[in-house]
Nanobody, 115 residues
Framework: QVQLVESGGGLVQAGGSLRLSCAAS????????IGWYRQAPGKQRELVAT???????NYAGSVKGRFTISKDNAKNTVYLQMNSLKPEDTAVYYC?????????WGQGTQVTVSS
């Protein structure tokens, strides 16, 4: 069983930065993919950024150039560096990991960007 614990959310002004962290109970190097999704009030959960086992990244168009996903396999932690934040980035951000057998989700961390 994989457990994912997010941290780093909070309130920030537009144009500011935050870094989210996701600590995994399993080895991040063993996951087929790991990344971040978000869900704003009244909207569906959407992909933000993912990182494949091979190192390929995939970003939502709305965050490309502003957000960067990375991982530290030694710490089994995935990060999401968020720069130039906009009010429309306000959402609950969820860590996600996929293995051959199942998908796993964290409990989410709130990010609020004020204008």
């Amino acid at each position: 069983q994989v457990q994912l614990v997010e941290s780093g959310g909070g309130l920030v002004q537009a144009g500011g930065s935050l870094r989210l962290s996701c600590a995994a109970s399993g080895r991040t190097s063993s996951f087929n993919a790991i990344g971040w999704y978000r869900q704003a009030p009244g909207k569906q959960r959407e992909l933000v950024a993912t990182l494949s086992r091979g190192g390929s990244t995939n970003y939502a168009g709305s965050v490309k150039g502003r957000f960067t996903i990375s991982k530290d396999n030694a710490k089994n932690t995935v990060y999401l560096q968020m720069n130039s934040l906009k009010p429309e980035d306000t959402a609950v951000y969820y860590c996600y990991a996929a293995t051959f057998f199942s998908d796993y989700w964290g409990q989410g961390t709130q990010v609020t960007v004020s204008s």
